[in-house]
């Protein structure tokens, strides 16, 4: 990666890696493994399982069900090498302006600092401002939970309303359901990111004015969805009090912004506006005031246990060699899969309830930071870069997609997660979870031959043409690479622990793959056209201006649409 400040040999990296002799070594590595089965590594190897897993405190996270050997990860360290991860990491971590086509830093990990002193240093310490909005934090928290925090009628608040989308909703949705088990037992949580009315009408139906908290979440503060939810509720709080506007959000909304000229302009006053910074990019944001749905709910003392999971893999990021970087071997495993074995996508599964909303924040995490063909210096790659990441509930998928994973024709690398232990326990379930789960990976990797599959329909006693007739149907090429990540517990720290495993996972690829993984130029362009196209729709301007399909269908909205 090459932002302001990156060395030249950097950038001569980004420019040629599928150049470089450590790519082309892989190149010709896979030419000697490709035909190798999975259950061909195992037979080679009996201690393939224990020498494929690595463990960074309770994580432990377990290779050797992918279609790679030990060769592969030292070639492909070497390619981590020559991307030059370990500098870009550390120009990160310094406060360079990594973050090069806006020109921005990218301080994520100084928000889960939690030792005393500079961060990232003495010279640009981010520091103070941090622990100011972290003390505001605990006490508006602490008041809204212990009751202290009034309505404007003195009613204690019941329902907390996080309204926000993308990075300013997915990782509270995801830790706020993952942290069930802690919850505040008065308060009950909504996430609204729709604009669809169907999403903020039913629940506001459903609320008491008297009791509900809105935390209003968007670090630009001008997002149309985010900024169209949040008027519709401010308008709902002002027609139940009919006091003074101002008073009336003073006790029934929260502000979470870079901008809070803005939140002011709503009508907030300062003691009502939790700042961010500029510094910190939407989909690495949960750390920050972006959380405050997260204290709110679980407390703060349970935030900072997940600041101190997310800084403990931090630190093992910034130290441990590349040979055994958890991150950096997540990292190595998905370009080996997409880059060289030709997966295009690649597909979450959490055995366990409470990360239901994993995939959903992982979608944003890797393909709004990595799904990029031009790189850091302008030009276009002609390699692949992030895979199409998808995924469910992993019993959920087994009665859905699975099908496809055992038998279809695709390869789709699989990532399955569970935890040892049940926050809910009921007498017989967490065996039941984790023996289905212990066993779909079996099968992906193993899956099942004719002479298994023949010895099983013999021994039931079928006759040999039925047995002709259902083996090829009963046969599962297993092959399907996986990786496991076992947690002893989801808990706080454990939480943290796992999404900044991913968010530095997910950096060590924009710079292998030579993208900047913190702008999103795309979505940004999306909505512009949104922009123009309002006026279209409501029939104040000429449709001259759109293309012809664009036309119609604002015609077709004109005719048939309300508003
Ligand atoms: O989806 C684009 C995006 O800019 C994300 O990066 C961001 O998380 C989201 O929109 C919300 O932006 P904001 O927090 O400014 O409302």
């Not at 050797?64 to 990160?92: H, P, Y």
């Not at 928290?141 to 925090?149: P, Y």
């Not at 959490?350 to 979608?363: N, S, T």
């Not at 030009?379 to 992030?386: A, F, V």
Request: proline share 5%; aromatic share 10%.
């Amino acid at each position: 990666m090459s932002g302001t400040g990156a060395t030249t040999e950097n950038q001569q990296q980004a420019e040629c890696i599928t150049q470089s002799p450590a790519w082309k070594a892989l190149l010709k590595h896979r030419e000697t493994i490709k035909d190798r089965h999975l259950r061909d590594w195992f037979q080679a190897d009996p201690d393939r399982s224990v020498k494929l897993s690595f463990q960074v405190e309770g994580l432990r996270v377990d290779f050797s069900r992918q279609r790679l050997g030990l060769e592969t990860f030292r070639l492909l360290q070497n390619l981590a090498q020559t991307a030059g991860v370990a500098a870009c990491r550390d120009r990160m971590f310094a406060g360079a302006k990594v973050n090069s086509s806006e020109d921005r830093r990218v301080l994520h990990p100084a928000l889960r600092y939690l030792g005393p002193g500079a961060f990232p240093s003495s010279s640009l310490d981010v520091m103070p401002d941090i622990r100011e909005e972290r003390a505001r934090m605990r006490s508006f928290s602490d008041q809204v939970r212990n009751g202290k925090w009034r309505g404007f009628s003195g009613d204690t608040i019941r329902d907390v309303v996080n309204i926000g989308i993308g990075g300013s909703v997915l990782g509270p949705k995801l830790v706020v359901h993952a942290l069930a088990a802690s919850r505040h037992p008065r308060l009950r949580f909504h996430f609204v990111s729709n604009p669809d009315s169907a999403s903020l009408a039913p629940l506001l139906d459903s609320l008491d004015p008297r009791t509900t908290l809105f935390v209003l979440a968007s670090k630009s503060f001008t997002t149309r969805e985010t900024m169209l939810n949040t008027a519709s509720a401010c308008d709902w709080l002002c027609a139940a009090f009919k006091g003074q506007r101002e008073t009336v959000l003073s006790r029934h909304c929260v502000a979470v912004t870079a901008c809070p000229d803005y939140a002011r302009e709503l009508g907030l006053g300062d003691a009502n506006i939790f700042r961010i910074w500029d510094w910190v990019g939407g989909r690495y944001s949960l750390w920050s005031a972006v959380g405050i749905t997260i204290a709110l709910a679980a407390g703060m003392e349970r935030f900072e246990q997940l600041l101190s999971g997310a800084q403990e893999m931090d630190q093992h990021f910034m130290q441990a060699p590349l040979a055994g970087n958890l991150p950096v071997l997540m990292a190595l495993v998905d370009i080996w899969n997409t880059n060289f074995l030709g997966a295009q996508t690649r597909t979450i599964l959490p055995y366990c309830e409470l990360l239901r909303f994993l995939p959903a924040f992982l979608q944003q995490l890797e393909m709004e930071s990595n799904g990029k063909s031009v790189g850091t210096l302008g030009q276009c790659l002609d390699y692949r870069t992030s895979p199409v990441i998808w995924g469910q509930i992993g019993p959920e998928g087994q009665h859905a997609f699975f099908q496809l994973l055992h038998q279809g024709s695709w390869l789709v690398p699989c990532e399955i997660i569970v935890s040892a232990r049940s926050n809910f326990p009921l007498s017989g379930h967490q065996e039941s979870l984790l023996a289905n789960c212990f066993a779909q990976a079996t099968a992906l990797a193993f899956g099942r031959t004719a002479s298994e599959v023949r010895m099983d329909l013999e021994s039931a006693g079928y006759a040999d043409d039925e047995i002709a007739r259902l083996l090829p149907h009963k046969v599962l090429p297993g092959n399907q690479p996986s990786t496991m990540l076992l947690l002893p517990q989801l808990d706080p720290y454990h939480l943290g622990l796992l999404l900044a495993f991913y968010e530095h996972k997910t950096f060590t690829q924009g710079v292998i793959w030579g993208v900047n993984p913190f702008d999103q130029w795309g979505v940004e362009f999306g909505k512009q056209i949104a922009e123009c196209l309002q006026p279209a729709l409501r029939g104040e301007v000429e449709l001259d201006g759109f293309d012809q399909s664009t036309a119609e269908y604002i015609r077709w909205y004109r005719r048939y649409g309300t508003s």
